[in-house]
């Protein structure tokens, strides 16, 4: 348990103390954004590495215990932050690397940016949710406590060193947009474009879910699909 906590610790210490920061910009402007992202990269893949093989060989220790009869409820919202999760990594955002360019388009938000600013990372935060309530061990409220932290404590982190780095480009796509999805299209800010956000895209998020959900005994184990034979 010891190792998935330094891991946790470390994978969470490295977004939270660096990547949003201005320790970031720092090392930015020192070394350069590539070679800066390329070590963070490697930190970041060999955190959840680490992660994930310390998760696997972590004991059970039971806390409120697994409530499997919340799987019927915890399946559309996983479906749901997979659709975000794909969206996030295929549609053109301001908000990811290499994306900075769409602020200057004459419509900086299209598609889910309708939506929220962060569909990935709020698709990493439902994910997590799910799996933390319905898991109910002490080495998923490490793991899956770790990954909803991110993915609440990124989104107003990113917003801070876009302000930073872009100022008045990234204010006029804050306002047309919304951390905290369908806010500004609540508000009247933004129009909710079915069309843009591509029926390509959702049926892709719709077969990487089955296919995960089908894998899943293998991958990960557990069936999530368990209830359905009872």
């Known amino acids: 348990m010891l190792s998935l906590i330094l891991a946790a610790a470390f994978f969470v210490g490295i977004h939270v103390g660096i990547a949003g920061t201005r ?3 720092a090392l930015t402007a020192r070394f350069g954004e590539q070679p800066y992202l390329g070590l963070f990269s490697l ?3 060999a955190g ?3 992660l994930t093989t310390a998760y696997a060989g972590a004991p059970y220790v039971a806390t409120w215990g697994q409530l499997a009869a ?3 409820v915890v399946l559309p919202v996983v479906l749901l932050a997979f659709v975000l999760v ?3 990594l295929t549609t053109p955002s301001p908000t990811v690397v290499g994306g900075e360019k769409a602020l200057e388009a004459a419509e900086p938000a299209t598609g889910i940016q309708r939506v929220t600013r962060h569909p990935f990372l709020w ?3 439902l994910w997590a949710a799910m799996h933390l309530v319905v898991n109910g061990n002490l080495r998923a409220l490490v793991l899956f406590g770790s990954m909803l932290f991110l ?3 990124g989104p107003p982190s990113i917003d801070a060193k876009r302000a930073r780095r872009f100022g008045p480009a990234w204010e ?4 047309l947009t919304s951390n905290v999805p369908f806010v500004a299209i609540a508000q009247g800010r933004n129009t909710l474009r079915i069309d843009e956000i591509g029926w390509g895209r959702l049926a892709l998020a719709g077969v990487v879910f089955a296919v995960v959900l089908l894998m899943h005994p293998i991958l990960f184990g557990g069936n999530p699909l368990g209830f359905l034979a009872r």
């Not at 006029?172 to 306002?175: L, M």
């Open 23 to 25: 320790a970031r910009d």
């Open 43 to 45: 930190a970041s893949l």
């Open 48 to 50: 959840m590495i680490w």
């Open 70 to 72: 919340l799987r019927p």
């Open 86 to 88: 794909v969206l996030g």
């Open 123 to 125: 698709g990493v935060a």
């Open 151 to 153: 993915g609440l404590y």
């Open 172 to 175: 006029r796509y804050a306002a």
